[in-house]
T-cell receptor, first 117, second 114 residues
Framework: GAVVSQHPSWVICKSGTSVKIECRSLDFQATTMFWYRQFPKQSLMLMATSNEGSKATYEQGVEKDKFLINHASLTLSTLTVTSAHPEDSSFYIC?????????????FGPGTRLTVL | GNSVTQMEGPVTLSEEAFLTINCTYTATGYPSLFWYVQYPGEGLQLLLKATKADDKGSNKGFEATYRKETTSFHLEKGSVQVSDSAVYFCALRDPQGGSEKLVFGKGTKLTVNP
């Protein structure tokens, strides 16, 4: 079964509004989660690393004030797209980092399709 | 910087055909290499991985060998099934600095027809 869920799976919003996307780790506690963005026929681009109880680490070129990340608990991270515009339309994917004796593995959520009108 | 290049898709095969999806990489250190698969409507799943040169990752009949000399990690399967239809992503993780960041290729869509 799925170990990572995302909500909503798709959302349509008007330009200028804010949208919150949730990423939940279902099977284990996760101190580290990642947020990716995927454009059509493009690879996944890492946006930020979300650390429980501390500020997220953003990749170069990603606007911190536009993409707000909150990792308030060990099972939940949220990405808020503030004042969304059509160019923010994309597929947003989160992943959860799980550590074990065999190494670290990222488990991915099913993604959230955002369309900004 | 680190990057991954994989063959452009889409790839369409008949059932029981041989599959190869090419993947090459550029990395500053000694990366770990991964293949992820994304079935329709689902999240990415780890298919296989290799952490050092000459390692072979395998799972569900798929194989890939870490070739340092050619900086490649090609995915192969001897006989594909309809259920293998999905998008396949090659990725690397460069552990320098303790980072867990993954760098992905663009993905290759595979369609297997009965």
């Amino acid at each position: 079964g799925a170990v990572v869920s995302q909500h909503p799976s798709w959302v349509i919003c008007k330009s200028g509004t804010s949208v919150k996307i949730e990423c939940r780790s279902l099977d284990f506690q996760a101190t580290t989660m990642f947020w990716y963005r995927q454009f059509p026929k493009q690879s996944l681009m890492l946006m930020a690393t979300s650390n429980e109880g501390s500020k997220a680490t953003y990749e170069q070129g990603v606007e911190k004030d536009k993409f707000l990340i909150n990792h308030a608990s060990l099972t939940l991270s949220t990405l808020t797209v503030t004042s969304a515009h059509p160019e923010d339309s994309s597929f947003y994917i989160c992943s959860v980092l799980a550590s074990s004796y065999i190494g670290d593995t990222q488990y991915f959520g099913p993604g959230t399709r955002l369309t900004v009108l | 910087g680190n990057s991954v290049t994989q063959m452009e898709g889409p790839v369409t095969l008949s059932e029981e055909a041989f599959l190869t999806i090419n993947c090459t990489y550029t990395a500053t250190g000694y990366p770990s290499l991964f293949w992820y698969v994304q079935y329709p409507g689902e999240g990415l799943q780890l298919l296989l991985k290799a952490t050092k040169a000459d390692d072979k990752g395998s799972n569900k009949g798929f194989e890939a060998t870490y070739r340092k000399e050619t900086t490649s990690f090609h995915l192969e399967k001897g006989s594909v099934q309809v259920s293998d239809s999905a998008v396949y992503f090659c990725a690397l993780r460069d552990p320098q600095g303790g980072s867990e960041k993954l760098v992905f290729g663009k993905g290759t869509k595979l369609t297997v027809n009965p």
